[in-house]
């Protein structure tokens, strides 16, 4: 009975996903967008990797594949994309290419070489040395590019920059695109924080989006080729079970570190707003056993600032001073004082009002001492900047960039697949 009430459910969502994903994001203005409507049982989320293992690699079927991944590109049984690519009869992996943090994302380092894979003995190009965006020599050979790495949700987080380059170089060379979709970690939900000023786009910031962007790596790829006017035949292979108020705890995937310290989702919820100081002259915890968990520095009083911010009491979060001696990064060696960061309800906790928060205290409090113009490296929103420099009340500074975020949430909602 068992058995066979399973062969059915996997009867319905095969026919699904064959409609569904049948549908080719290509060539013309992409207009109203399919609805995942395929149903699994709860905590049991299929990504990108095994909706297409499972309709047999149909939609690879007879192409000459180049693959970007890393480390966090696993099946949900744990297996690396690279092995299923790599065994899959009708499909003919060329070429990988890694990202940021390498192929097995242990490197923190500004510039990684290509390598091979050992495994299967596959060149592995590297988008983050001498290039960082596919070459035409790398592309030779190539019909379709396929991306399949897990996303944190934040904007300057260097995976989505990664996927839009590569995506114009795609465009350029006339190479299909296919994205491999997995779930946004911090939810489908929450938007929030400054978008990017015009004309900053960077590494850390490819695209107009505010901090938070809410979106899967899929419908990113849908933005970026739609309102980059790419000439692009671009395939998104569908999340089933996934729905937007998720957090990836609840999806039943492992979680894998997609970047060294990036530990746990804890974590990447913290990001949005601690990750934002790390420009500056403050240590993130990088070199501890918690980043993004904690904020210091030589200069700093760890135990003055932990009680302002928690005079201020904000939702769902509590903070307690600490010292800590990073063995690596920021201030190796050097003892810090500092404010651990706690998140006790994360349906109330607010990232981005946190982290500006705290951006708020320190200028307040150490005007000469901290260097609020690194702040803007990875805010990316010079009315904000000097709103924090003049030392404007949180509630002024959210009304500074309130029209942006509207306009930006009315921009995405075009292209969200998932309810």
Not at 256 to 270: C, F, V
Not at 358 to 376: G, K, S
């Amino acid at each position: 009975m068992w058995f066979r009430s399973l062969k059915l459910s996997l009867i319905t969502i095969i026919v699904t996903a064959i409609f569904v994903s049948s549908i080719c994001f290509a060539g013309s203005a992409i207009g109203e967008l399919p609805r995942n409507t395929l149903e699994v049982a709860k905590g049991s989320v299929l990504t990108g990797i095994d909706a297409l293992q499972r309709d047999g690699f149909k939609q690879l079927e007879g192409q000459k594949i180049g693959l970007i991944t890393n480390q966090t590109g696993i099946s949900r049984l744990g297996v690396s994309n690279i092995q299923v690519l790599h065994e899959a009869v009708n499909v003919n992996l060329l070429a990988i290419f890694s990202p940021e943090h390498g192929l097995f994302g242990k490197l923190d380092v500004p510039l990684i070489e290509d390598s091979k894979d050992t495994a299967t003995g596959i060149r592995v190009f590297s988008l983050y040395g001498s290039t960082r965006r596919p070459t035409t020599d790398m592309l030779s050979g190539i019909d379709t590019l396929v991306f399949d790495i897990q996303d944190i949700g934040t904007r300057f987080y260097t995976y989505i920059s990664t996927m839009g380059q590569a995506m114009q170089a795609a465009a350029e060379n006339h190479v299909r695109f296919v994205v491999l979709d997995r779930p946004n970690p911090i939810n489908g939900i929450t938007v929030s924080g400054p978008v990017l000023d015009e004309g900053r786009e960077s590494f850390v910031g490819f695209h107009r989006l505010p901090v938070r962007h809410g979106m899967t790596i899929g419908e990113l790829a849908l933005m970026f080729k739609a309102e980059l006017n790419l000439d692009l035949e671009l395939e998104i292979i569908l999340l089933s079970g996934w729905h937007r108020a998720d957090y990836f705890d609840s999806t039943g995937l492992q979680w894998i570190n997609p970047s060294p310290n990036m530990r746990n989702l804890d974590e990447a919820i913290l990001y949005p707003g601690i990750g934002l100081l790390e420009t500056t002259n403050l240590s993130v915890g990088r070199g501890t056993e918690t980043p993004f968990e904690l904020f210091g520095a030589p200069w700093l009083d760890g135990e003055l600032l932990s009680r302002e911010l928690n005079d201020l009491d904000l939702p769902g979060v509590s903070f307690s001073p600490l010292q800590f001696t990073p063995d690596a990064s920021k201030f190796e060696g050097d003892l810090c004082s500092g404010v651990s960061i706690v998140i006790t309800d994360r349906k109330q906790y607010d990232s981005i009002r946190t982290g500006l928060e705290i951006a708020l205290h320190l200028r307040r409090l150490y005007p000469e001492t901290w260097e609020i113009d690194a702040y803007d490296r990875l805010l990316g929103n010079k009315a904000v900047l000097d709103a924090i420099e003049s030392g404007l009340p949180y509630s002024d500074i959210t009304g500074i960039y309130r029209d942006e975020l509207a306009e930006f949430i009315q921009r995405r909602s075009q292209f969200l697949i998932y309810e």
